[in-house]
């Protein structure tokens, strides 16, 4: 059986098959769709571990912007506001964000009084990432960063 699998494939390469046996027999064909499984197998997860980092990186980076949206707002008003619609309406730049597609909104609380008066904002991504941003510190993550 080896021997004539053998011969046959020399005889391929020689280029002295008939031309009834010309073509990919059913084990190359095989191979080939074992390669493509294992290919698909290595690069899915990846492809979903880049698209997770990259909703991670959207509520950060939304969560910046509205911390530099709060400071400018300070800035003309002298007090923070817990109303988002306020940073967007007013023209304070802050990020339009879209929580449809999973995650929660940012939610907006006001620490301190008076003179001492601070923000602190935290949302959630589609992934589950906790994130929050103050007045004081930039973004963080992770399972403390709630206000």
């Given at each position: 059986?080896?021997?004539?699998?053998?011969?046959k494939?020399?005889?391929?390469?020689?280029?002295?098959?008939d031309?009834k046996?010309?073509?990919f027999?059913?084990?190359?064909?095989?191979?080939?769709?074992?390669?493509?499984?294992?290919?698909?197998?290595?690069?899915?997860?990846?492809?979903?571990?880049?698209?997770?980092?990259?909703?991670?990186?959207?509520?950060?980076?939304?969560?910046?912007?509205?911390?530099?949206?709060q400071?400018?707002?300070?800035?003309?008003?002298?007090?923070?506001?817990?109303?988002?619609t306020?940073?967007?309406?007013?023209?304070?730049?802050?990020?339009?964000?879209?929580?449809?597609?999973?995650?929660?909104?940012?939610?907006?609380?006001?620490?301190?009084?008076g003179?001492?008066?601070?923000?602190?904002?935290?949302?959630?991504?589609?992934?589950?990432?906790?994130?929050?941003?103050?007045?004081?510190?930039?973004?963080?993550?992770?399972?403390?960063?709630?206000?």
């Amino acid at each position: 059986m080896y021997f004539a699998l053998m011969g046959k494939l020399d005889a391929r390469r020689k280029g002295l098959l008939d031309d009834k046996e010309k073509g990919f027999t059913l084990i190359e064909l095989l191979v080939v769709v074992i390669i493509i499984g294992i290919l698909a197998a290595i690069a899915i997860p990846v492809y979903i571990g880049v698209q997770n980092n990259a909703k991670d990186s959207a509520v950060k980076s939304d969560l910046a912007n509205i911390k530099t949206a709060q400071v400018a707002y300070y800035t003309t008003n002298n007090a923070y506001t817990t109303d988002l619609t306020k940073l967007t309406d007013s023209g304070y730049k802050s990020a339009s964000i879209d929580y449809t597609k999973g995650g929660t909104a940012p939610t907006v609380k006001l620490t301190g009084s008076g003179n001492t008066a601070g923000f602190c904002v935290a949302a959630v991504s589609p992934t589950g990432t906790k994130a929050k941003v103050t007045d004081a510190d930039g973004v963080s993550t992770g399972d403390t960063a709630t206000c």
